[in-house]
């Protein structure tokens, strides 16, 4: 039951900002008077409050134990979540939004750091396995329920964020409440933290910039092409999401088969489905692109943590994970606005698909950089 419990924190966390995706056409229309970006806010905004609680995680793991910090985490991603809707100012939207970004920020290192916590590094790679499994498998309830409740509200939409509810209690009666780091041990530098894990968290930026063009743009982007309607693109999105559960359970399959190669699948997954995704419009085309694309996440994100939480050791829940952590929700709160310079920069030069092709080329700097990284470990294994 204490796997369970902490296996439940990912069915909330990687994604909480895009759970209400969605209802954003809904929302989009409600808000009108407002600006394009301004709205598309409510799903990244999360991201960057998740981003700055990296830099407060270390001392509380010295302040408080894990229970503690979990259900303080549970609190605020539920009540903020669920409150969002209750408002017709889009900045009060926004500042609850933000106090979901406060409760994911706690929860999510906790999520994997807790498993490397308790558990042995033989179960390692299993456990971050069904962990991005569980991440996606809460994208594909929150996903549906979301565009059910949209149906009959956007602020009804909100309510998807009572899930965090059911994991709250599995946690306060299952989980353990140990300290994860001794309060009188020396604050790392986050600076030299930084430097020690880049590799894995450049490597996390660039995939969650690359996946979050999908959840930010495939309802938009589907309905200018006019061939699917509204109505099926919350189930298209639950598909994709579906996908990346597939993805997180077959990763210790794939990494068996493939062994380093792993680290290039999902970069080439993410370029070959946004391809698709750009030159095949309709069913097809969107079917298809939004299976390599949710595939592509659901091993990407577990083949990171799996491999910074063996070179952290110990300091992976307190240390390794908040920077990860960060990493991830920043390349979510990067993504819209990145799309937006590009747009601005090229000045309608390409207007088909633009965030598509975005994340194509997103896609092949990771292939890149995975190059330089694995590269650069075999010159330091040989010295």
Request: net charge positive; with cysteine; aromatic share 14%.
């Amino acid at each position: 039951m204490k796997k369970i419990s902490i296996l439940s924190l990912s069915l909330l966390t990687v994604m909480a900002g895009a759970a209400v995706a969605p209802a954003l056409g809904v929302i989009s229309s409600y808000f009108s008077q407002c600006s394009h970006l301004l709205v598309q806010l409510i799903i990244s905004i999360p991201a960057v409050f998740i981003f700055l609680m990296s830099f407060f995680f270390p001392g509380l793991c010295r302040r408080f134990k894990s229970r503690t910090l979990v259900l303080m985490g549970l609190t605020l991603y539920t009540a903020g979540g669920c409150a969002a809707g209750l408002f017709s100012n889009i900045y009060l939207v926004l500042i609850f939004r933000a106090l979901v970004g406060v409760g994911v920020g706690i929860i999510m290192p906790l999520s994997t750091g807790l498993l490397s916590y308790y558990f042995p590094p033989e179960e390692r790679d299993k456990l971050m396995g069904y962990s991005s499994a569980m991440n996606q498998m809460g994208g594909v309830i929150a996903t549906l329920l979301s565009g059910i409740l949209a149906a009959v509200s956007w602020r009804v939409s909100f309510l998807v964020y009572a899930l965090g509810f059911f994991s709250f209690i599995l946690c306060l009666i299952f989980l353990p409440n140990d300290r994860l780091a001794e309060e009188q041990s020396e604050k790392s530098s986050i600076f030299i933290a930084f430097i020690k894990y880049s590799p894995y968290v450049i490597s996390m930026f660039l995939l969650m910039v690359t996946f979050f063009v999908y959840p930010a743009n495939f309802a938009m982007e589907t309905l200018s092409d006019g061939i699917i309607p509204q109505s099926a693109i919350a189930v298209i999105m639950a598909f994709m999401d579906f996908a990346a559960f597939g993805g997180g359970l077959l990763y210790t399959k794939i990494k068996n088969i493939l062994k380093r190669k792993v680290f290039f699948f999902a970069p080439v997954l993410f370029v070959c489905g946004y391809l698709l995704l750009t030159l095949i419009p309709g069913w097809f085309g969107a079917f298809a692109g939004s299976f390599l694309v949710g595939f592509a996440n659901g091993c990407g994100v577990p083949c990171i943590i799996s491999a910074a939480s063996a070179k952290a050791g110990p300091e992976a829940v307190s240390v390794a994970m908040p920077l990860i952590s960060a990493a991830l929700y920043l390349g979510q709160f990067a993504a819209p606005f990145i799309v937006s310079w590009v747009s601005g920069c090229l000045g309608g030069i390409i207007t088909l698909h633009l965030p598509y092709l975005l994340a194509v080329f997103t896609g092949a700097l990771m292939i890149i950089w995975t190059i330089i990284v694995i590269s650069a470990a075999q010159t330091d294994t040989r010295s």
